[in-house]
């Protein structure tokens, strides 16, 4: 971001530097009477049409005007050159309709072409170059020092640019980019055509400028549509491998945090709005993005009214919705878009024809997005919605696969998946000390489904998993192992703590009263049914030296140590 204080400089240093030049450059010329023909306006006038089709790459233009500066330079002089190029760089930044905050890149274009335009006549005149058409056009003396004058101000203009960067954005100073490929290029087009627009002016007079002016207009305006074009296809490429990558992604967190990776590299922005639209079709913030980094950031949405607002707009029509400057959207309802962006841009995200979410981006630059930009946008958004979906649907499966659909806790399929990658752990890489497992089954749980039927059974079940995950937390795994059997994995635990684990398991289901209804009976009042456990455990590697060992010793243990001895108890594994 450019301060206020820089931007001052800058004018400043170019109302204080261009009056020097031009002074400097008129007392070596005095040539002003030839400023005054019709043939230096007319010369002017197709320079100033040319700047009119500019490429913009980056933010930076690139002219084919340097064509005629060359016939005007060659014809006229330095000074004449100099005015012509610097009323060119002023129309062009209106033809721009740059920013107020951008204001400063008036004087730093100004700055840029007018060192550009002395640093290339003095690279002309240093090689014999003068302005006499009198005599043979020879290659020493005239190409050579043209040759001179195109390269110095190619070098000059990109060094500069470069440096600029650098110190106002702190980007790496790079020679060779798609900004400066397009540079040459027109340099290597535009060229040759001054040159031959000098030769038939110095042959045939103003008449050639109608031919070879009116081909340089046509041919900046195909350059600047050839240039769309392939940024076009550049952008529909980018997106094709976009959705290719968002495809790959199975975790909905991750394919959202791609997306929004792959639109700042795309995209000229510095935030990100992702909604989600719940069943009740209220917009939910589930990512901001702010320069390229996740933020914290929750919307209050009873303060925006449903229906109104950008994301709302968004939503309801279906379409996406633009807004180039501040005092369009401002009018609009949108107290999460911060104040400092001009460019806002909503794209419904659709999934079966509904929206399933919005994206917002904003831009600190006024007219920030191309036309191409928002069908490349409505593009990725389609690919991010199909992605999301696959993402859901797989960690649904993955959930069904690995869970049990009554407690919700882990099957036996996975904790044998993890109870092999823990004993890894601790017998291979020496990550863990110690592997304790924990083994319980429902006491008498038979006579409780007999008492009161299945589906009481099964609120048991629920509310003893309900109970294991409170008591573990995150320091195990927890699991259905069948029937009414559970097991828990407590990675780098001793037998000391994994007894202490047990032992608040057994008490904390021993004193909690299980509200049960009599399924079997015709009375619906609600019965509080008292249930214990027997808790076998084993620790590794004191009581095993296998994964299979650990749990058949634990349940030796229970069944033996706990069981056997009357219940309602905890009981280690001896060998």
């Known amino acids: ?71 005007i330079f ?57 302005h006499s058409i009198s005599q043979p056009l020879t290659f020493t003396g005239f190409f050579i020092p043209v040759v001179a004058y195109v390269v110095a101000k190619y070098v000059s203009n990109t060094t500069i640019v470069l440096i600029t960067k650098r110190l106002l954005m702190n980007e790496k100073m790079k020679y060779f980019t798609r900004e400066t490929l397009w540079d040459v290029v027109s340099e290597l087009v ?46 529909l490429q980018k997106a094709s491998e976009i959705g290719h990558q968002l495809a790959e992604r199975l975790d909905v967190e991750k394919v959202i945090d791609l997306f929004t990776e792959k639109i700042f590299d795309m995209l000229p922005i510095e935030h990100s709005f992702i909604f989600d639209v719940d069943e009740n079709d209220n917009l939910i913030l589930i990512q901001y993005v702010k320069n390229g980094k996740k933020r914290d950031h929750k919307i209050d949405f009873e303060e925006i009214p449903s229906g109104e607002g950008i994301v709302y707009k968004a939503f309801q029509t279906k379409a996406v919705v633009l807004y180039d400057s501040q005092e369009h959207w401002d009018i609009v309802t949108s107290q999460y878009i911060p104040k400092t962006c001009q460019s806002v841009l909503a794209v419904p995200i659709m999934r079966h024809s509904y929206v399933a979410g919005v994206l917002v981006v904003t831009s600190r630059k006024k007219r920030a997005f191309e036309k ?15 992605a999301a979906e696959n993402a859901r649907h797989y960690e649904e499966t993955k959930k069904r696969s690995e869970h049990c659909a009554l407690t919700n ?21 020496k990550e863990i000390n110690n592997l304790s497992l924990i083994l319980l089954d429902i006491d008498h749980f038979k006579r409780v489904n007999d008492t009161y039927g299945h589906q009481s059974g099964n609120v048991v ?50 004193n909690t009263p299980f509200p049960l209804q009599n399924d079997l009976s015709d009375k619906t009042d609600t019965q509080s049914v008292s249930v214990t456990v027997s808790i076998g455990i084993a620790t590794a590697p004191e009581d095993a030296d296998d994964a299979q060992s650990l749990v058949r010793h634990a349940d030796r243990a229970m069944y033996v140590g706990a069981k056997q001895a009357g219940r309602n108890r905890v009981a280690e594994y001896l060998k």
């Open 372 to 386: 191409y930009q928002l069908m490349i946008m409505d593009i990725l958004s389609s690919y991010l919605a199909v």
């Open 74 to 130: 060659l014809t006229y002089g330095l000074l004449a050159e100099i005015i012509a190029m610097q009323v060119t760089v002023v129309l062009l930044m209106l033809r721009l309709r740059v920013s107020k905050s951008e204001s400063y890149r008036l004087p730093l274009n100004l700055l840029i072409f007018l060192i550009g335009s002395l640093v290339s006549g003095l690279a002309y005149y240093s090689l014999g170059g003068t």
């Open 409 to 429: 806790l882990y099957n036996y399929y996975y904790f044998e998946t993890v109870l092999e990658k823990q004993f890894n752990r601790l017998q291979y890489s």
């Open 461 to 510: 079940l629920c509310e003893i998993a309900k109970c294991l995950k409170q008591e573990i937390g995150d320091r195990g795994i927890v699991a259905r192992y069948g029937g009414e059997e559970f097991v828990i994995l407590l990675p780098d635990v001793d037998w000391k703590q994994c007894y202490q684990y047990a032992e608040c398991i057994r008490l904390a289901i021993a």
């Open 1 to 71: 971001m450019v301060t206020r204080r820089f931007q001052i400089y800058l004018y400043v240093l170019y109302l204080l530097l261009a009056p020097v030049v031009l002074y400097y450059v008129y007392i070596q010329d005095n040539n002003l009477q030839q400023l005054a023909t019709l043939d230096y306006v007319l010369f002017t006038i197709i320079m100033v049409v040319v700047s009119l089709f500019p490429i913009v790459i980056n933010g930076t233009p690139i002219l084919f005007a340097h064509g005629v500066s060359l016939v």
């Open 190 to 235: 535009v060229f040759p055509l001054g040159l031959i627009l000098f030769i038939l002016y110095y042959e045939v007079g103003r008449e050639a400028l109608i031919y070879i002016g009116g081909i340089l207009i046509i041919l900046s305006a195909v350059l600047q549509m050839f240039y769309k074009s392939q940024q076009v296809n550049y952008y």
